[in-house]
């Protein structure tokens, strides 16, 4: 089935450590993006990618690294300088190309920093 | 930067009934979209409906509509005849276009939290 998927549904980190978020998707869409989700708040965009090997930061992107290799994989990196990431991390996609103006999302990552 | 106002934080109502919620946006643009996101307990966040700004109608699905005022840059959501499965977050969220085709990232509000009671 076509559809985007992230991995893992939960995580736990330790201060001081770095973990990365995986998301895929076999939609064969071009852009894919990383929204953050803390109790009672909206998402906020963290980064986002048109094409394969190019990325922008979004509003939140302090403390977070990603890379975009091939075109079906976007991962996230929470790095240490994160000061507060415990939080609900929601992957994204469209295709803009084929004319779909509609993200897409996959069923999210719970990160918990012990 | 645009911003999403979504006023009430909770609403509920019976089993049946119709329920409107709100959404105000702030851009200077033309042209951008809005949608309704649901997101029920599963966290999953699932597109209720959509509106492109250049469009006059307002957008419906099913039990689903929009009152789309552009002017007052008012984007509320219908939900008729409402269900128990209804009980969701409801977001409401902006996306400005670029000129050239594709954009950046979603501008959400802060939600809605409905409740449908039996």
């Known amino acids: 089935d076509g559809g985007i998927t992230q991995s893992p549904k939960y995580l736990f980190r330790k201060e001081g450590q770095n973990v990365t978020l995986s998301c895929e998707q076999n939609l064969n869409h071009d852009a894919m993006y990383w929204y953050r989700q803390d109790p009672g708040q909206g998402l906020r965009l963290i980064y986002y990618?048109?094409?394969?090997?190019?990325?922008q930061k979004g509003d939140i992107a302090e403390g977070y690294s990603v890379s975009r290799e091939k075109k079906e994989s976007f991962p996230l990196t929470v790095t240490s300088a994160q000061k507060n990431p415990t939080a609900f991390y929601l992957c994204a996609s469209t295709d803009w190309v084929g004319g779909t103006d509609t993200q897409y999302f996959g069923p999210g990552t719970r990160l918990t920093v012990l | 930067a645009q911003t999403v106002t979504q006023s009430q934080p909770e609403m509920s109502v019976q089993e049946a009934e119709t329920v409107t919620l709100s959404c105000t946006y702030d851009?200077?643009?033309?042209?951008?979209?809005l949608f309704w996101y649901k997101q029920p307990p599963s966290r999953q966040m699932i597109l209720v409906i959509r509106q492109e700004a250049y469009k006059q109608q307002n957008a419906t699905e099913n039990r689903f509509s929009v009152n789309f005022q552009k002017a007052a840059k008012s984007f509320s959501l219908k939900i008729s005849d409402s269900q128990l499965g209804d009980t969701a977050m409801y977001f409401c969220a902006f996306i400005q276009m670029y000129s050239g085709g594709g954009a950046d990232g979603l501008t959400f509000g802060k939600g809605t939290h409905l409740i449908i009671q039996p």
């Open positions: 851009t200077s643009e033309s042209n951008y979209y």
């Open positions: 990618s048109q094409i394969v090997n190019d990325f």
